[in-house]
């Protein structure tokens, strides 16, 4: 219930600024994809936000970097984000 408030109270575009201000990148960026199956299965209006603040265009990005460089960590972590 929590999660499907984050975007009546621009939850989602909050955190989606500051973690684009550092590049969509760090230890922030992989605890909010960890979260996002959750977040988008309880809400339309979050999936909206995510798509419109930039993250799934930062997720792909993110993904094809960690491949790149075979980072684990960050792969998975973009993965669990596009489930």
Sequence with gaps: KD??????FEGINQIANILNKSNWQG?????FCHIMPE?????????ACLRETGFLVATVKMLKTALDTKDEQVLLAGCTAIT
């Design 3 to 8: 999660r499907d408030l984050l975007s009546d």
């Design 39 to 47: 977040v988008c299965r309880t809400s339309l209006v979050n999936r």
């Design 27 to 31: 230890e922030a960026m992989l605890a």
